[in-house]
């Protein structure tokens, strides 16, 4: 197996526009933020997670991660993992990748969750 497109972001670090396959990449400046993040004892196989997406026609183009819906189908538990840690926050957790680690913004510390703070590349 050959390396991921998505190397070139890995590289540079910090926040970024990413376009392409992966390869481009446009530096963005640093936003000093906290997240809260949720990681789940389940995982969920990406090259399942990228052919349910597929299967449900591609991105929707909302501003969330595409890959959720897909993720959810091939691990429903997922969504009680999402539930939880939105029930607790107040907040929309969105999915990182293609999973399993949910996240929202601020700190929110508790059971099983991570806060860390965004830091300059």
């Known amino acids: 197996a050959g390396l991921g497109a998505d190397v ?3 590289l540079v670090g910090g926040r970024a526009r990413v376009s392409g396959i992966g390869e481009i990449v446009e530096p963005l400046d640093h936003l000093d933020r906290w ?3 949720l990681t789940p004892p389940v995982g969920c196989p990406t090259p399942a997670v ?3 997406w597929d299967d449900l026609g591609g ?3 909302d501003n969330g ?3 959720e819906a897909a993720a959810i189908d091939v691990m429903p538990e ?3 993992w999402r539930d939880l840690l939105g029930e607790s926050t107040g907040l929309t957790p969105r999915l990182a990748g293609s999973g399993s680690t949910w996240f929202v913004e601020g700190r929110f510390p508790g059971d099983g969750r991570v806060v860390t703070r965004s830091r300059p590349a």
């Open 8 to 10: 070139a972001f890995c």
């Open 35 to 37: 997240f809260t993040l």
């Open 50 to 52: 990228y052919q349910r």
């Open 59 to 61: 991105p929707v183009g």
């Open 65 to 67: 991660n595409d890959l």
């Open 78 to 80: 997922f969504a009680r």
